[in-house]
């Protein structure tokens, strides 16, 4: 083991090769790889496994070895937050596992702060940590056997510090580990992983996920981005609190920037997990090692100072809405202006943990009513210099069951997506974090995003209504974006999810909260491996006014379909005016022969609406079984009301307004009524045309037919990709009639191409492309 004066001239080196500073600023001239997103070949949950194993094996067998009470001792002493939240947080992970991972991320850090330790001992990483700063506690390294301490310094000694090992530490500090679908048929331990994963909604966001969500916010925000104060209310590693970061150094470009002071007074964090927390004080502290080394300022003063703005408190439970005293808000700053200057200054003096004295601080009043709810602290009790809203809120809220909480009454009070749902429902947490996209923001100059599950667009139960209502009267401007999951999905392939990117910006010149918020929407993405670097070059949005979107956002890309959106909605005319009766039927009924005309449309869908007559199948067809999902049926009084259904079914203008307004998947019941066109739509002479083209375009149809088997059974569908002439006569009439522009058939004939090929250049997607050779505008 190194001598302190040896460790302290290790801490203190002054020289600063020009190849570490590039390391450490990240100013390197060679264009950058993003290592933690998704990219071809490489998922990023399995190059996390792979690359962080060593890690995770040593914090394994340093937790096995903290088994001893001394370590509850010097635990708090070295890593509990200075100053203490309103409700002191309990460790939520056991001592030994949360020391661990802190002692990893002392040597980590050391590691980072001078490449050529390359035999640096985690002893000596921990001298280096506390500095010149003596806490009255022994090292943790001694309280590790000679034995387990030699192969968890073997372990760490045989990870490359390369950048692709940086770029993805956040997302190896991630309690869980490895747990995903393909994970679990390596290596089914890691099933119960994947499980507290699903259970607590706990998914790795790409980097380039969070780069262009930070980017885009930082376009929106009125005021400057650099002084912005900026919150992830669910932060966990701090994936977006760097982007954030990385954002700043970026619009700093060559002018006085401080990275250490930038941190610690923009960069905020709340989370459930005092270990998450931790590691993102460790991820953060190494992007500014060289500022706190010019400080003269030990890691561990400046670990503390980053940690102070994380706390471990959890974000449902904070008031920003209602008054509290002024003199309570000094109080509480001035304390924590105390705990800062005491840190600042160190080693020259020591701040031990919890020194404040707890009674001074303030409490929220509390509803007696509420016997089993938390107090409710208010925003400036947490963070006291961000006491009238944060600037920019961003992250990646857990998509995960709001469950039997006993604070359900309180929350409910609190968040307008739970107002009037019974306690029993099924709900999410996530569409109460939308609500923090105001509630926690200041008025008149903040923006916000967040990225969600796609539900939030098209979801039918009533806590998504009564958000989406929520975000129509909470003023300001909004933007979404959506994403499908196939081909490929925005989390990776180890999360097949679609989701939506939520962005609300508010100034002096958008509506006020209480206000019809402005609404800007767009498609719903799909894209390749070989595409996503594009994906997020490309996004924009269409404006679409101050509609109210409670009972779905529409996907639309470009002025003319927005248009043709606000012109079909107005219109009364709706497709079961030709139905005797709307319902379900089992597949097999299909080929059956009844008195009445029918047609089928498929539960699901994806490049095309599967819509179908009664038909005849072959015994060799009837030799796998046929799928038990259950089928829309639709009966007539007459052959020619269901040949005029089946074109109108058929065409791209509802396949278009299905998309725009599902989920890009499920076929629903509302499909039928959002169809705006009934008997009386038409004249006669383009009934007479629609039920023709409707006959013609089935028996056409029938060659086109295809077997899809999923678990051993079939599904029958009908492909009509390639009848272009008939689709395109359809469109004609339904759009001549609705009264939109001529050019929205052309339209109609690129979005269904573009849905449906997405990457024109990949060879592999050729037999999607050879449907529409020929056939499509594009």
């Known amino acids: 083991m190194k001598t302190d004066a040896t460790c302290n001239d290790f801490m203190s080196q002054e020289l600063i090769q020009s190849e570490l500073f590039l390391k450490l600023t990240g100013t390197e001239t060679k264009e950058s790889q993003n290592w933690s ?10 190059a996390t496994a792979l690359r962080g194993k060593a890690v995770r094996d040593a914090v394994t067998i340093l937790s096995n070895e903290f088994q001893k009470e001394q370590v509850a001792q010097v635990f708090p002493v070295l890593f509990l937050p200075r100053i203490q939240p309103i409700i002191s947080a309990s460790c939520s992970e056991p001592i030994s596992v949360r020391i661990a991972w802190n002692l990893v991320g002392i040597w980590l850090i050391a590691r980072a702060s001078d490449t050529s330790a390359t035999n640096l001992s985690i002893a000596e990483a921990e001298l280096w940590f506390r500095g010149n700063t003596r806490p009255h506690v022994p090292l943790l390294s001694e309280f590790i056997s000679a034995d387990a301490l030699t192969e968890v310094q073997r372990q760490l000694n045989e990870i490359n510090l390369d950048d692709e090992f940086w770029d993805l530490l956040p997302h190896m500090f991630e309690q869980h580990g ?21 259970e607590s909604g706990v998914f790795y966001t790409p980097s380039d996920v969070a780069d262009f969500m930070i980017q885009h916010t930082s376009k929106i ?16 590693t701090g994936v977006f609190l760097l982007a954030a970061f990385r954002e700043a150094v970026i619009q700093a470009g060559n002018g006085p920037f401080h990275r250490f002071n930038y941190i610690t007074a923009n960069l905020h964090g709340l989370d459930i997990s005092g270990q998450a927390l931790d590691a993102a004080a460790f991820i953060l502290l190494k992007e500014c090692l060289l500022d706190v080394r010019a400080l003269g300022m030990s890691p561990w003063s400046a670990w503390h100072l980053i940690r102070m703005n994380l706390v471990e408190h959890d974000a449902l439970h904070i008031d920003n809405e209602s008054d509290i005293r002024d003199s309570d808000k000094f ?54 210099r961000v006491a009238n809203g944060f600037s920019i809120v961003i992250g990646n809220p857990p998509y995960a069951a709001l469950g039997q909480r006993s604070d359900r009454m309180s929350l409910a009070n609190r968040y307008s997506c739970l107002e009037g749902i019974a306690l029993g429902s099924r709900l999410n947490l996530f569409p109460l974090f939308i609500e923090m996209m105001w509630k926690l923001t200041q008025p008149q100059c903040s923006a916000s995003a967040l990225v969600v599950p796609l539900s939030i667009a098209s979801g039918s139960n009533a806590q998504y209504k009564n958000c989406r209502n929520a975000i129509s009267w909470s003023g300001g401007r909004w933007q979404f ?13 180890e999360v097949k999810t679609r989701n939506a990117i939520l962005f609300r910006t508010e100034n002096t010149i958008t509506p006020p909260r209480g206000k019809p918020a402005e609404i800007e929407t767009g498609p719903l993405r799909k894209w390749t491996s070989r595409t996503r670097k594009q994906l997020f070059q490309n996004i924009d949005f269409t404006p679409v006014d101050s509609i109210n979107i409670t009972n779905s956002i529409p996907k639309l890309h470009g002025l003319l379909q927005a248009k043709a959106f606000m012109t ?6 709706r497709l079961p005016s030709f139905c005797l009766r709307i319902g379900t039927a089992d597949p097999l009924e ?24 009664s038909v005849n199948i072959s015994q060799e067809e009837y030799a796998l079984p046929f799928s038990n999902s259950a089928v829309h049926c639709l009966e007539f009084k007459s052959e020619l009301e269901a040949q005029l259904a089946f074109a109108i079914l058929s065409s791209r203008l509802t396949f278009w307004k299905w998309h725009i307004l599902g989920d890009g998947f499920h076929v629903a019941s509302w499909l039928f009524e959002e169809v705006p066109f009934g008997k009386s739509a038409f004249s006669e002479i383009n009934l007479a045309r629609l039920a023709k083209l409707g006959d013609q375009l089935w028996q056409k149809l029938q060659m086109h037919r295809f077997v899809s088997l999923n678990s051993g059974k079939q599904t029958i569908g009908f492909r009509p990709l390639t009848c272009h002439e008939e689709r395109a006569e359809i469109d004609k009439i339904l759009v001549d009639t609705a009264g939109l522009d001529k050019e929205f058939v052309d339209e109609l004939q690129r979005f269904v191409h573009q849905n449906s090929v997405v990457d024109v250049t990949d060879e592999r997607r050729s037999h999607v492309s050879q449907y529409f050779r020929g056939g499509t505008k594009v």
Do not use: W
Request: aromatic share 10%; with cysteine.
């Open 37 to 46: 997103s998704p990219r071809k070949g490489v998922s990023l949950a399995n």
């Open 481 to 493: 974006a959506f994403f499908d999951r196939q081909p490929h999905a925005l989390f990776g392939e």
């Open 590 to 613: 299909a080929f059956e022969k009844v008195d009445r005309p029918r047609l089928f449309v498929g539960g699901t869908a994806y490049n095309f609406l599967n819509v179908y007559r």
């Open 221 to 236: 925000y009125s005021g400057e981005f650099l002084k912005a104060a900026i919150l992830d209310p669910a932060c966990g």
């Open 331 to 384: 109080s509480r700053l001035a304390e924590q202006q105390l705990i800062l200057n005491g840190l600042r200054n160190l080693p020259s003096q020591f701040i031990p943990y919890n020194s404040l004295d707890q009674s001074s601080m303030p409490h929220s009043t509390r509803n007696d009513s509420d016997l089993f709810s938390p107090p409710i602290p208010h925003l400036s009790d947490i963070f006291p």
């Open 568 to 573: 079909l909605r107005k219109r009364i005319d």
């Open 178 to 198: 490895p747990g995903s679908r393909t994970s679990v048929m390596r290596n089914p331990t890691t099933a119960i992983a994947r499980a507290a994963k699903r």
